[in-house]
């Protein structure tokens, strides 16, 4: 304040102590501000105030009431002269006796045992605390367990460059009940004493519980004459089998903390995003608030519940399948991606391989966000390694799609474009990606500028889109994986390009779905017949044209309609009519955008094994999805080597090898996406050539 910063500029955990100490949050903060500005503009002040006097007159005198107060945390002495216990009652006079003799025992100058807070009664407690003749300590043992409940008071600050945050932040997001401190400080590298400094900080701030203890905090301000904090009995944490964890992208957060469905909501989602993790307790909570939603056709709303929907209905799969019961979720945990980032590769590596069994990835993953995949993970049913989720893997899929895909251009970064090659020249409309972001679509007129300016600085895809087929509109239509054997075996002969695409990817076995450009069998003239009714419909799903896409941005994760989602008897029959199918691309993982494909991709989960068994993914299921995921990372490598792929790290080139592509290894931190040396063309008929414009 003496330096006028913004409160953004105080690092989180510091914001969060200064509010629960001295009740100063962010509007406190800002009111607190504006008065010392005023009071030394103010002519009255003249030369007398310094600004640290001005200052001193405005904060507070003494803490407030200690908030999240528990019966073990231990009584200390603070600052206490003669005057100060004379000035109290002989009651209270014996209680400070107490606190002193424990503190500090007679003859001995070493710091004693303590009392507990529960010793105390309440008032007196709070008493002392305020005048400061006393202050807490928080016990926090190597042996302890600690967990993140859902998150009350935090204040979401995030300030770069500070090393003290930046490893709280480490020690945060890895706290686990399962994992005691000790074991906590040998998995990030990080010294003991400082873990155990960490965790006492945030279980002093409410942020964090020991996971064999009952949280029971004192509500501030409760006074009781003669009243103490009982204490809890606690049960030893017990043993359990390794999870599965549920790997979700900020996105969720995003639309469950702004989304307008609930507010007990956003609570949960500050938790999802800051801690990057729900377990126990908080997940139960969570699922019991978000299975509870009910549709609303407010504008923009639809989108927010449906994605909603869809991660209810996926815990919910989930736990069934390991336990019979849709509410019980000791196998589950959700974990965010990117907090997961802040966390080296090898630790965070080490972190998952020893407490989860299997990884389910959300799709689509942005490439930003699937950075931190590695194949060292434990079993990954998603994409595999980062590559998947870049405009590598799009060109690989129209490479090997052949003529069932779409003419692609892979374009070097400073390319400078004035025509298209032959392949792309006849369409309109484009789907044009840069280096690490998503796709966007664009028409002919704005495609040269657009890509021209985006090559001065990333490597850019460029894929042809079609809109229509013979006067029949095209439009996105998603085919749930894994399909069946017997489906592939019998259209093999009819779509080429399914056949040649299940030779590179095991799509009887990878879970995730196909995005296919598909007529549906109406002309435009007879669509338009039908614009007012579907418009009256669609507004249950947020607004907006059924297929959620316009000219500037391509929202295939937007796509809510249940009629986009294809069945296999659908696609054949769509097949035998003559229409024509083309693949767009390929995404693994669990979607939640569209609650109709969700349903479908788990229902054709359930046909990887012949019994039903108590378990997600049984072994021999396991097996196959790990030598499909093997073929897949070693297939998708190889194209990008032979394509001219190459990583630059400290701005020297490094020839692509199994070392950089997905494996962790001893990296400490994570390589960038390998960059083309050279422009290519893909034609319709899957040929890739280097081109010159």
């Not at 504006?34 to 001193?56: M, Q």
């Not at 309440?122 to 928080?138: A, M, T």
Request: net charge negative; glycine share 6%; aromatic share 8%.
């Amino acid at each position: 304040m003496l330096s006028e910063l913004s409160y953004d500029r105080l690092p989180n955990f510091t914001a969060a102590d200064c509010f629960q100490i001295l009740g100063i949050g962010r509007n406190e903060y800002m009111d607190l501000l504006n008065a010392y500005k005023g009071r030394l503009c103010s002519p009255k002040s003249g030369l007398i105030d310094t600004p640290s006097s001005v200052l001193d007159e405005l904060l507070p005198k003494a803490p407030r009431n200690f908030m999240h107060l528990q019966p073990w945390f231990i009584v200390r002495v603070g600052s206490i002269s003669n005057a100060d216990v004379e000035a109290n009652t002989p009651y209270v006079q014996s209680i400070l006796d107490r606190i002193i003799d424990n503190d500090r025992p007679p003859d001995t100058g070493q710091v004693g045992p303590g009392l507990r807070v529960s010793e105390i009664p309440i008032d007196v407690f709070q008493n002392l605390y305020q005048r400061g003749l006393i202050y807490v300590e928080v016990p926090v043992l190597e042996t302890d367990c600690l967990f993140v409940p859902t998150l009350a008071g935090f204040i979401m600050n995030r300030v770069s460059g500070d090393s003290y945050e930046t490893l709280l932040y480490k020690i945060f997001v890895s706290l686990d009940p399962q994992s005691c401190v000790c074991q906590l400080a040998a998995d990030l590298g990080v010294g003991l004493d400082f873990v155990i400094n960490a965790a006492s900080l945030f279980v002093r701030l409410g942020f964090a519980c020991k996971s064999d203890s009952v949280s029971d905090p004192v509500g501030v301000g409760k006074s009781q004459d003669n009243a103490s904090i009982t204490e809890p009995e606690g049960t030893s944490p017990s043993l359990k089998a390794k999870k599965i964890a549920f790997v979700f992208d900020s996105s969720i957060t995003a639309y469950l903390m702004l989304g307008n469905l609930s507010a007990d909501l956003k609570k949960h989602s500050v938790t999802m995003f800051e801690v990057g993790k729900l377990t126990g307790d908080s997940l139960s909570a969570f699922y019991k608030e978000v299975s509870s939603l009910s549709h609303s056709a407010e504008q923009d709303v639809g989108i927010y519940y449906e994605h909603a929907k869809c991660l209810s209905q996926t815990m919910r799969y989930i736990s069934v399948a390991q336990t019979s019961n849709k509410t019980d979720f000791r196998y589950l945990d959700l974990v965010r991606s990117g907090s997961l980032a802040s966390l080296e590769p090898t630790t965070r590596c080490r972190i998952l391989s020893k407490n989860y069994s299997l990884i389910v990835c959300t799709a689509p993953l942005s490439y930003e966000e699937s950075r931190v995949l590695c194949s060292d993970w434990p079993l990954i049913l998603g994409p595999p390694i980062p590559e998947i989720c870049s405009p590598w893997f799009r060109l690989f899929i129209s490479y090997t799609a052949g003529s069932g895909g779409t003419p692609s251009l892979l374009l070097c970064r400073g390319t400078h474009v004035t025509k298209l090659p032959p392949p792309l020249s006849c369409f309109s409309k484009f789907l044009v990606t840069s280096w690490g972001h998503d796709p966007v679509l664009m028409d002919i007129y704005a495609l040269f500028y657009s890509i021209n300016d985006l090559t001065a600085n990333f490597p850019v895809l460029i894929q042809a889109y079609d809109d229509r087929d013979n006067d029949l509109p095209l439009h996105q239509h998603f085919l749930p994986l894994p399909i069946s054997s017997d489906f592939l075996e019998r259209m093999s002969h009819k779509l080429v390009w399914l056949e040649r695409i299940s030779k590179s990817i095991d799509i009887t076995t990878l879970v995730g779905y196909l995005s296919l450009l598909f007529p549906d069998g109406k002309s435009e003239v007879d669509s338009e017949a039908q614009h007012a009714d579907m418009e009256s419909a669609n507004e249950i799903f947020g607004g907006g044209s059924l297929y959620q896409q316009n000219a500037s941005q391509f929202l295939e994760h937007s796509i809510v309609d249940p009629r986009v989602v294809l069945t296999e008897g659908a696609l054949e029959g769509a097949i035998g009519a003559g229409r024509s199918v083309r693949l767009l691309s390929v995404h693994l993982g669990i979607p939640l955008f569209n609650s109709t494909l969700n349903d479908a991709i788990f229902e054709r989960m359930s046909h990887l094994h012949d019994e039903p068994q108590l378990d997600l993914l049984p072994s021999e299921v396991r097996s196959r999805l790990s030598a499909a995921n093997n073929a897949l990372q070693k297939g998708l490598v190889e194209f990008i080597k032979s394509a001219g792929g190459v990583y630059v790290l400290n701005g020297l080139s490094v020839i692509l090898d199994d070392s950089l592509a997905g494996s962790c290894g001893d990296k400490v931190s994570t390589p960038p996406l390998p960059l083309p040396s050279k422009s290519l063309c893909c034609s319709c008929e899957g040929d890739l050539e280097e081109w010159e414009n």
